[in-house]
């Protein structure tokens, strides 16, 4: 196969994870733009937005950092084999 | 005299305030167990043996508000106050490394930094330095980040939008005191930054989820909690994110700075150099302000010949940038270049105009270099010579001053595609100009050149 069509599996796997975590959480958003609107200005209170939001990315962070570990584990493991 | 400075005023812990030329900190009883459990855990010398927090000392000073507490410590004092609108992109970029390196410790020894402000980060001997000795509290479990959206809004909004939009565009951090707002950086980003995992969650995400729920509810406890696993997934996904943000300016970028510095034979400008090293080594000074730096050449000389800090001023952010990279690379720590528009330097500002000070506030220092400076003033920006002059006296008692006459390939250059209107800009005129503030102490002439160097005293 012509190397210059062959797609990173860990592109695949990332752009799959992300739209599973957009879809899962309903934010539709960060794959589209959202319309510009919102409550009057000197009322808004950006801060619980954020205490929510890490709640509800919570999950995917702590699978990610796992992934993470075990990823860099096993490419140790490996990388200390063929030694 | 005490005077208390008006940065620390929001802040229930403690605040600043200045006593004979020192500054204390006052820890007010409130904030007295997280001091404690700081200090106690090993956090503290941790911090400190990595460089990663301010040194202090305890002292038996009595407190400027006993009823609030009676603590009171002096920290190291940072040379030059400085602020994320005048560091290049890197500066910016290591400052958000520090403060996420320093909450990754914090967590170890469970702890949490409650701010995430770059105003909280400054250059202490070159190394970026968390600063607010007050902004650590205990961890309690199951808490999501109370400083993530600070940290997104002071650091990765803006590296994202100097990288993917314009370097240029950290200048919004200028108005945007407390950091770009996240609903206005989403909107400023290009869309191919949604497809970047890290940036559609932490800003795209995130501000989509600040605007739903901005009408400020509060939130129930079960909709805030966060494993602890969580948080450290949050906190190494935002390193990740963060560290991807490099501006990387283009290959012909630098190049024109390395042909821009020909203006000189190579006989002109090491004369040049041997009598501001000379001027330097009879000076002496602590501190040095380098205007119009450039990548740093005289810095580095005034640094080298006298062991000063300098503060190295310069309009360019890619010659910053390099110059910030090559000091990190020489391990010079006595350099501080930051981006400084000459012609419309930082005001003083937030509340009561005294939140943040004017450059030139912070910008006093024993000699002012002016090398190749005074013809972009004077026409570059139809700045009368006596003005600068009058700046100059400012800023510090003694003033290196190269002239650069008019007929000097350089101001040619300016004058090119404008109308001559500067009469006065001659020799005679600049000296009487600069008599007005300064007494003439010496002139030297540039060999194969037309230009001079002038030192000058304050009256």
Known sequence: MDPSLAVSPRLVALLAAWAATCLLLEESHMLLPEALSGPVLAYVDPASGSLIFQALIGGAMAVGLTAKIYWRRIRRFFTRRTR | MTERLAASFRDPAGFVFRRDGDLYRQINSSYLENYN????????????????????????????????????????LVRFISYPYEWCPSQLLAAAEVTLRVQQMAMRFGMSLRDASGYNVQFHNGQPTLIDTLSFERLEEGTPWKAYSQYCRHFLGPLALMRHVDVRLSQLLRTEIDGIPLDLASTLLPARTRLHAGLAIHIHGHAG????????????????????????????????????????????????????????????????????????????????????????????????????????????????????????????????????????????????????????????????????????????????????????????????????????PMVQHLLANRTDIFDDYRADAFEDAAREFFTIEDKIDISASPRSIYVLRRR
């Not at chain 2, 106690?40 to 927090?53: F, I, K, N, P, T």
């Not at chain 2, 000389?301 to 020489?330: F, I, N």
């Open chain 2, 209 to 408: 989820s600040q605007r739903r729920h901005a009408d400020g509810a509060r939130v129930p406890e079960d909709r805030q909690r966060l494993s602890q696993r969580a948080l450290a997934g949050l906190i190494d996904s935002l390193v990740a994110t963060t560290l991807k943000q490099r501006w990387e300016p283009r290959k012909s970028d630098w190049r024109d700075y390395y042909e821009a510095q020909r203006s000189y034979t190579d006989l002109a400008q090491q004369h040049k150099s041997e009598i501001v090293s000379r001027i330097l080594q009879l000076e002496r000074p602590d501190s040095v302000c380098d205007l119009g730096a450039n990548t740093g050449r005289f810095s580095k000389l005034a640094a080298g010949a006298t062991g000063a800090s300098v503060l190295a001023l310069e309009m360019d952010v890619a010659s910053v940038e390099l110059h910030w990279q090559e000091l990190r690379k020489d391990d010079n720590w006595r350099v501080l270049p930051l981006v400084a528009d000459l012609s419309n330097p930082s005001p003083a500002q937030g509340w009561g105009h005294s939140e943040r000070g004017s450059l030139q506030e912070r910008t006093q220092v024993e000699v002012v270099l002016a090398l190749a400076l005074l013809h972009h003033l004077a026409i570059g920006n139809n700045v009368p010579l006596r003005h600068v002059f009058e700046w100059f006296a400012r800023l510090g008692s003694t003033v290196v001053v190269e002239w650069i006459p008019k007929d000097d």
């Open chain 2, 37 to 76: 459990m700081l200090r106690r855990s090993g956090l503290y010398d941790e911090l400190v043996s990595q460089r990663l927090l301010i040194p202090h000392v305890e002292t038996d000073l009595a407190a400027v508000e006993p009823t609030r507490g009676d603590l009171v410590i002096r920290p190291d």
